[in-house]
């Protein structure tokens, strides 16, 4: 069953740390089956939608959406990030 993994940041502390992270983690990530669905901030929010940049990446499994976030090429995107964002980070099965 697919898998989506979302992403929000809810602050950014360093935007060349988290620069130094995109670089990294967007190659690791399709390089273990992701595919980028969106990026980017909400043109429109509703109810108490928050305006914060937002990543869905779709995976073909949550076992294989795990597996990217667990390899050592995303753990060095990680690392790179060092606290430069605080975000929210969920994997959730598709419909």
């Known amino acids: 069953m697919t898998a989506y993994w979302i ?3 809810k602050a950014v502390h360093d935007p060349d740390k988290v620069a130094a992270y995109a670089t ?13 669905l969106v990026r980017g901030v909400p043109e429109v ?9 937002t990543i869905v990446i779709e995976f073909p499994s949550v076992e294989a959406a795990v597996a990217a976030h667990d390899s050592e090429a995303y753990q060095e995107a ?3 990030l060092d606290g430069g964002a605080d975000r929210d980070m969920r994997v959730v099965p598709g419909a």
């Open 24 to 36: 990294l983690a967007g190659p690791a990530l399709t390089a273990a089956g992701g595919r980028f």
């Open 7 to 9: 992403t929000t940041h």
């Open 78 to 80: 990680l690392r790179a």
């Open 45 to 53: 929010t509703f109810e108490k939608g928050e305006s914060t940049r």
